[in-house]
């Protein structure tokens, strides 16, 4: 527990920050999500539709240090090899 302050605020902030990236993270892994539904689906158009909304958001955890850069770029790359393959 903390004891000080300071300790009290930075763990009052910890909180706010895991909550906001929960929420994120969960959110880049629902768009993901939905790309891999429309591939296995079988539908191109909504697959491409799909890399195309998911792409913003792959890019926006990035930017605020939720993934890396490599692991974003390495999703791209592969669910739009998934799509090219279609």
């Known amino acids: 527990m903390a004891n000080s302050r300071q300790a009290i605020k930075r763990a009052r ?3 706010k920050h895991r909550q906001r990236n929960a ?14 539904a429309a591939i296995n689906a079988g539908n191109r158009d909504a697959a491409t539709q799909a890399f195309t909304s998911a792409v ?3 890019d926006r955890a990035v ?4 993934i890396h850069a490599n692991k974003a770029d390495r999703h791209k790359r ?8 279609m």
């Not at 930017?63 to 939720?66: I, N, R, S």
């Not at 592969?78 to 393959?85: A, C, D, T, W």
């Open 13 to 15: 902030q910890a909180e």
């Open 23 to 36: 929420s994120q993270r969960s959110s880049l892994r629902t768009s993901i999500r939905k790309v891999v």
């Open 56 to 58: 913003p958001v792959i």
């Open 63 to 66: 930017g605020k240090g939720l």
């Open 78 to 85: 592969r669910l739009n090899q998934h799509i090219r393959g």
